[in-house]
């Protein structure tokens, strides 16, 4: 009850934004006959006008956070009653390896790119390794094994919770140029989007499938988190004469994406019927945390991260989108 009481008010505050964008797209739809944008990114661009004017109290933060974070950390773990284990084996062997290369080739592009820019190794890194595998949740797991200090961490943080918002935007609009199908553009938006459940948001205006095959990726490449943060610690242990440990198990595998491929295994057996309320509750939840995610975002602080760690960070980016389309352009996917 005690935390109820204190996740209420900003969760109530997310609610509203989530009418006022659902209202939005209803008059989309009666103005212009259709929706241009979609609730979630309404939910999105209403969350930060309100930001940018307002800063939320302590009052309001616990709400809004969980709001951004555990409801949509259930939403994608709902998403995977509605995914088979066939989508998964449709990604192919091919596109497994092609997945784990162009993770380990962008962190090592990123590094160098960092280094090139005169950031510090250890911010050069957790830049590389956050745009390369999973934004904030890489940050936090590598932090902790390079000894990184907190100024590193929050200055890549910054950017990449801002970068994540202006990602989820703009990439369903390379969808027309690039040419791509759904299925192609769920593979892109699960090689550059940040974190799974922003995924959620940059496929789900494409399509279902996008959405499906966006987020298998997204899970492949978020598993890549282990194998990486193993090796920097072993690298890190050997460079300091010491014996460093590794983060435990649910850093490195966080507790939605067991539930997600739990759910998934269930509903490939047919333990778990394709009920469309499970659908429903998902999208609701997603355009909530959509909100949340917004008014969770100070754009201001961009500037606060220094020129040098936004160029790395965009430029790594860029890498890491060149990397991702040559990858569905040599294996063809479609």
Same mark, same amino acid.
């Given at each position: 009850?005690?935390?109820?009481?204190?996740?209420?008010?900003?969760?109530?505050?997310?609610?509203?934004?989530?009418?006022?964008?659902?209202?939005?797209?209803?008059?989309?739809?009666?103005?212009?006959?259709?929706?241009?944008?979609?609730?979630?990114?309404?939910?999105?661009?209403?969350?930060?006008?309100?930001?940018?004017?307002? %800063?939320?109290?302590?009052?309001?933060?616990?709400?809004?956070?969980?709001?951004?974070?555990?409801?949509?950390?259930?939403?994608?773990?709902?998403?995977?009653?509605?995914?088979?284990?066939?989508?998964?084996?449709?990604?192919?062997?091919?596109?497994?390896?092609?997945?784990?290369?162009?993770?380990?080739?962008?962190?090592?592009?990123?590094?160098?790119?960092?280094?090139?820019?005169?950031?510090?190794?250890?911010?050069?890194?957790?830049?590389?390794?956050?745009?390369?595998?999973?934004?904030?949740?890489?940050?936090?797991?590598?932090?902790?094994?390079?000894?990184?200090?907190?100024?590193?961490?929050?200055?890549?943080?910054?950017?990449?919770?801002?970068?994540?918002?202006?990602?989820?935007?703009?990439?369903?609009?390379?969808?027309?140029?690039?040419?791509?199908?759904?299925?192609?553009?769920? %593979?892109?938006?699960?090689?550059?989007?940040?974190?799974?459940?922003?995924?959620?948001?940059?496929?789900?205006?494409?399509?279902?499938?996008?959405?499906?095959?966006? %987020?298998?990726?997204?899970?492949?490449?978020?598993?890549?988190?282990?194998?990486?943060?193993?090796?920097?610690?072993?690298?890190?242990?050997?460079?300091?004469?010491?014996?460093?440990?590794?983060?435990?198990?649910?850093?490195?595998?966080?507790?939605?994406?067991?539930?997600?491929?739990?759910?998934?295994?269930?509903?490939?057996?047919?333990?778990?019927?394709?009920?469309?309320?499970?659908?429903?509750?998902?999208?609701?939840?997603?355009?909530?945390?959509?909100?949340?995610?917004?008014?969770?975002?100070?754009?201001?602080?961009?500037?606060?991260?220094?020129?040098?760690? %936004?160029?790395?960070?965009?430029?790594?980016?860029?890498?890491?989108?060149?990397?991702?389309?040559?990858?569905?352009?040599?294996?063809?996917?479609?």
């Amino acid at each position: 009850m005690l935390r109820l009481k204190r996740i209420f008010p900003g969760l109530a505050l997310c609610l509203v934004v989530t009418a006022a964008a659902t209202l939005l797209a209803g008059a989309e739809r009666a103005l212009l006959g259709g929706t241009w944008l979609e609730p979630l990114v309404l939910a999105i661009l209403l969350g930060l006008v309100v930001r940018a004017v307002w %800063t939320p109290s302590p009052t309001w933060r616990p709400g809004i956070a969980f709001s951004a974070k555990q409801l949509l950390e259930v939403a994608v773990v709902l998403l995977g009653a509605s995914v088979s284990a066939g989508t998964v084996m449709g990604l192919g062997g091919k596109a497994l390896l092609g997945i784990a290369g162009a993770v380990a080739l962008s962190i090592a592009l990123s590094y160098v790119i960092g280094r090139g820019l005169r950031l510090q190794p250890r911010l050069a890194l957790l830049v590389a390794c956050g745009n390369s595998i999973c934004g904030n949740s890489a940050i936090a797991a590598v932090a902790p094994v390079i000894g990184a200090e907190a100024d590193d961490i929050a200055s890549s943080i910054a950017f990449t919770a801002v970068l994540g918002v202006v990602e989820v935007l703009a990439l369903p609009l390379l969808a027309a140029p690039l040419g791509f199908d759904m299925r192609q553009y769920g %593979t892109l938006a699960g090689l550059t989007v940040y974190a799974v459940p922003q995924v959620l948001a940059a496929t789900l205006p494409i399509g279902a499938l996008a959405n499906q095959v966006g %987020t298998l990726v997204k899970l492949v490449r978020v598993l890549m988190l282990g194998p990486v943060v193993a090796v920097l610690a072993i690298g890190a242990a050997r460079l300091q004469g010491e014996v460093r440990g590794l983060p435990p198990l649910k850093t490195m595998l966080p507790w939605f994406i067991v539930g997600f491929l739990a759910l998934l295994g269930a509903r490939s057996a047919g333990l778990v019927p394709a009920l469309a309320p499970l659908k429903l509750l998902a999208s609701l939840l997603t355009t909530v945390s959509m909100a949340g995610l917004g008014l969770g975002v100070d754009v201001r602080s961009v500037s606060k991260a220094g020129p040098r760690v %936004t160029a790395a960070v965009c430029l790594s980016l860029l890498v890491l989108l060149g990397l991702s389309i040559g990858l569905i352009r040599l294996l063809q996917v479609g």
